[in-house]
């Protein structure tokens, strides 16, 4: 290997090291990391019903499927693909 490319690749991993040596001091990364580890036990295991509600679980209001602009622009989607469009909702009355 030539002298250029063994500095090269010296200096390469060691910035490599010192990138993740950062991510791994940032509190944030931990966070992240954690908060995707509580999901996938809570998907695999449930959840625990010991535990106190999380922050915002109390006052969430409960998701209800299938409802929502992106269903209603899937929809649409659909039916123009079909070569069905729907009807646009009446506008107000006319005087």
Sequence with gaps: MAPWARLFWFLYTRFEDQIVAS??????FHH????????????????NPNE???QGEATAEPKVEGH?????????????????????PPGPPKK
């Design 23 to 28: 991510i791994l001091r940032s509190p944030r």
């Design 32 to 47: 992240g990391v954690r908060r995707i580890h509580r999901t996938v036990e809570d998907l695999r295991h449930g959840r």
């Design 52 to 54: 106190p509600l999380r």
């Design 68 to 88: 929502g602009f992106f269903k209603y622009f899937i929809d649409e989607l659909r039916n123009q693909a079909r070569g069905k469009p729907t009807e646009p």
